[in-house]
């Protein structure tokens, strides 16, 4: 009882005490991007937030953050509901630090985590979701490494759902490396990235909704994803 | 598309409002008040179409409660497919979006924990009508339960209900994880019998949430590192109020309300409803026994010293509301905008007040005179002075004291002038601070004035609660008016069934739900239908504004007591607020006073004691 308490989120977490499902969102801004690419990306984040904002309950219950990675790795916004949410207008530009994101985001999710309970509000498992359309520029350095044990661990002890999503011709192999082994990534079709959010925030609804234990029932995601043959 | 009910009747189905897991909702063309389920497992089964049959046939009263369906409807005229049913569209929001204090405040802003409590007892009352007609809700969460403005509430979502009829049991297939009692966390739900005690956690859960400001009773802060996520959480019996747990997971969140803010007797239910033994068969506190409570804390409330919308148990210590207030910073239950004064400040305290309010004034303050200590002082100190003009051997000699008594003299009137004029100046001084902290006070005393005159007007035709009375009746008609006008009659161009679907699904319905705010914040409503839909709400209030009549007597109507209560205690706090000022500002002159008194009290010492010599010397040969 004698703990500080940080000002801000303890409000919201003191006045909207239902439980959290948060999700932490790794956007590769990087050169790569530039072009048509960026700006489906911009409308498709625009309209997640806006989807996410109409569900009375899922805007109770969701937190969404988001991590950029480009000329550098950013928290382009910080845990919030989906309603109070300003989703930032992004550029292409720079390398591909994804393991850098990863550990980024990790870390933005264990403070919020960290939060959630000293305000005793109890939290489904929690989302981190990586769209990339490159190779990652940092595969020889130590933040790879943790990434990828991060993400294991995180799977392994339910603590985390990782999910990676391709965009164009980014490299598979590598990014499968980073996905947990039982969910590897999936191809995005084209620039779908409109599909794409509305399946995440669908899946986020009912993940929010009926609180996710073992089995996670999740909706098709042929409307984005393409079958590699 | 036309569907049939069992009548033979058709239907138009108009667009999709909702979308779920078995099926999707769609509007009835032209009937508002009925909405359609087609389920996606199209054409049923005998045996759903037997359940929902049973649904059809349950005794009329239960529907005051249940949503349940009127009729199957069918694809065609010779009713061969059944596709899904025909159910009463509920108004109402999900129970949720009142006991979360955010969507509290923005869907039930005038709920107070009263409101609370008897929406509590209203479910309670709704369990007891459901489990007396051997029906079992099943899967009872958040969402399946609408409550309307007034605090009564349905149950919807009735087709997963258990129920027995005629030696047949349909079961109820489903569950929320959230919701689901510790001994079936886990547990398959297919064709499982689900128990009144199983209902008895889902309804213990909801009335908790109501009573402790939207708080789970199985969430607090963890005690051990692991992840301890809802539903494990419920699975371990972990409720975070327990004052005695078998074993502590969890603490009670930091600012939620105390578990000793509602009585004993409740306190024990939620034990009974929570802990681990209340698996076993009919442990769990039943409907009737929280009517009962429910009601006795009903009839044990009391207001708050600091608010009139803090209501809570009489018997807590401090008003939890005010603690979290100050704790978390999270107003719970603000006032909201016109909510009735606490009750000293009534009406009948107003006879004191405006007396008060005109006696109050700022005068000059008056020197006095100084004590009898300081005169002597002066007298001495005059005495030694002159002493010092002659030295004590030459006064003896007759001729030179005369000289000298001539000489002081002149001597001792420059003095006595130059003590005038000090003492004058004094009197400048204190005219000068009179004025200016008089200019301090004056904007106060006026107000405090005027304010009396309203608190004597209170009440006449020309006051400001009658005004009040006026307007509120005129926006109530208006209200009333606009709830009459349904959108799906009012032919706004490129207003088709698809966009009134959705308007019905985000609760639009009349012209009185419209706003500029709810239509652009509607997916596919751009700026010239929320245009035209915005013109068709103003032509109809212009239509009301031409033929609208106000009352001729409102000195009865009960919300003028209201409104004048509202103002008296506007005008009490606000005239105290002036007192306090003109106090201070009193006090402030007050002091500035005495130091140019003590100032102008020396003076005058000396001026007295020159004079009183100056006659003595002029008395002397």
């Known amino acids: ?229 | 598309m036309p569907v049939f009910d069992e009548t033979g009747r058709a239907w138009d189905l108009g667009p999709k409002i909702a979308a779920g897991g078995e099926g999707v909702v769609h509007q009835l063309v032209h009937s508002p008040e009925y909405c359609a389920k087609v389920y996606h497992a199209a054409p049923l089964s005998a045996f759903k179409q037997a359940k929902l049959r049973t649904l059809c046939g349950l005794p009329k009263e239960l529907r005051e409660t249940l949503a349940l369906p009127l009729s199957l409807i069918f694809s065609q005229k010779s009713r061969e497919q059944a596709i899904g049913v025909i159910l009463p569209f509920v108004k109402g929001h999900d129970i949720f979006e009142l006991y979360n204090p955010q969507s509290r405040r923005e869907h039930f802003q005038k709920a107070d924990f009263a409101f609370l409590v008897e929406t509590a007892r209203n479910l309670s009352i709704a369990f007891k009508v459901l489990h007396e007609n051997g029906i079992v809700m099943g899967d009872v969460n958040e969402q399946n339960i609408k409550v309307r403005p007034d605090g009564t509430l349905s149950l919807i979502d009735c087709d997963s209900f258990q129920i027995d009829r005629y030696g047949q049991r349909y079961h109820c297939n489903v569950g929320t994880p959230l919701w689901t009692p510790p001994e079936l966390q886990g547990v398959s739900l297919a064709e499982l019998e689900r128990t009144a005690n199983h209902d008895a956690f889902g309804l213990a859960q909801l009335i908790f949430l109501l009573l402790f400001a939207g708080r789970y009773p199985f969430a607090g802060k963890p005690l051990t590192s692991e992840p301890l996520p809802p539903e494990a959480a419920i699975a371990k019996f972990a409720f975070a109020f327990d004052p005695t747990p078998q074993e502590r997971l969890l603490e009670p969140p930091p600012t939620a309300p105390p578990f000793k803010s509602l009585p004993p007797a409740l306190r024990n239910l939620f034990l009974r409803a929570f802990r681990r033994g209340s698996q076993l068969h009919g442990a769990r506190p039943s409907p009737s026994e929280w009517v009962t409570e429910l009601t006795a804390l009903a009839g044990s409330l009391r207001q708050c010293a600091a608010s009139s919308a803090h209501l809570h148990w009489k018997g807590s210590e401090g008003c939890p509301w005010c603690n979290i207030l100050q704790t978390a910073r999270v107003e719970l239950f603000p006032a909201p905008p016109g909510a009735l004064p606490k009750r000293e400040d009534s009406l009948g305290l107003l006879n004191d007040w405006a007396p008060r309010l005109l006696a109050v004034s700022f005068e000059p303050l008056q020197f006095g005179l100084p004590s009898a200590t300081l005169q002597t002082a002066a007298v001495n100190a005059l005495e030694l002075e002159l002493k010092s003009w002659m030295p004590g051997f030459l006064r003896q000699i007759p001729f030179v004291q005369r000289n000298l008594n001539a000489s002081h003299l002149v001597e001792l009137k420059t003095r006595l002038s130059q003590a005038s004029q000090t003492l004058g100046h004094f009197s400048n001084q204190a005219s000068a601070l009179y004025l200016q902290n008089f200019a301090h006070a004056q904007p106060f005393l006026k107000s405090a004035h005027e304010t009396a005159a309203k608190i004597k007007n209170i009440g006449s035709p020309n006051s400001k609660a009658i005004a009040q009375v006026l307007s509120d009746h005129r926006e109530q008609a208006l209200q009333r008016h606009l709830e009459r006008q349904l959108l799906y009659r009012a032919q706004v161009a490129g207003l088709g069934q698809s966009r009134l679907a959705t308007l019905q699904s985000y609760h639009v319905i009349t012209a009185w739900d419209v706003t500029e705010s709810t239509l652009m914040a509607l997916p596919g409503f751009g700026m010239t239908l929320t245009r035209k839909i915005l013109q068709w709400r103003r032509l109809h209030e212009q239509n009301f504004h031409r033929s609208y009549r106000p009352p001729t007597s409102v000195q009865n109507d009960p919300s003028f007591t209201a409104a004048a209560q509202r103002e008296a205690a506007e005008l009490i706090t606000y005239g105290k607020l002036l007192l306090e000022r003109i106090r201070e500002a009193q006090a402030a002159y007050g002091s500035s006073f005495e130091t140019l008194q003590a100032a102008y009290h020396n003076a005058y010492a000396r001026w007295s004691a020159l004079e009183t010599r100056i006659k003595q010397l002029s008395a002397m040969p």
């Not at chain 1, 919201?12 to 999700?23: G, K, S």
């Not at chain 1, 595969?139 to 339910?158: C, P, Q």
């Not at chain 1, 191809?187 to 599909?195: Q, V, Y």
């Open chain 1, 1 to 229: 009882m004698d703990e500080q308490i940080p000002f801000f989120h303890n409000v919201q977490l003191a006045d909207n005490p239902e439980p959290r499902c948060p999700c932490v969102v790794v956007l590769d801004v990087s050169s790569s991007m530039s072009g048509d690419a960026i700006e489906a990306l911009n409308r498709g984040v625009g309209q997640f937030i806006q989807e996410l904002s109409a569900d009375s309950l899922a805007n109770r219950r969701v937190e969404v953050a988001i991590v950029t990675f480009g000329s550098s790795v950013q928290l382009a916004a910080d845990f919030t509901s989906p309603r109070s949410l300003i989703a930032p207008h992004f550029t292409a530009d720079g390398a591909t630090p994804m393991g850098e994101a990863v550990v980024r985001a990790y870390s933005v999710l264990e403070s919020r985590k960290e939060e959630y309970r000293r305000a005793g509000v109890s939290y489904f498992r929690p989302w981190m979701f990586l769209l990339t359309d490159g190779e990652p520029t940092d595969t020889h350095s130590k933040h790879w490494k943790d990434a990828i044990r991060l993400v294991h661990e995180g799977e392994a002890n339910k603590r985390l759902l990782f999910f990676g999503v391709a965009v164009n011709d980014a490299d598979q192999a590598v990014l499968n490396a980073l996905c947990p082994p039982k969910r590897p990534s999936l191809k995005l079709k084209g620039l779908h990235f409109g599909e794409l959010f509305s399946w995440l925030t669908a899946s986020l609804k009912s993940a929010s909704a009926s609180a996710p234990g073992s089995a996670i029932k999740l909706p098709p995601t042929s409307g984005w994803a393409s079958i590699e043959v």
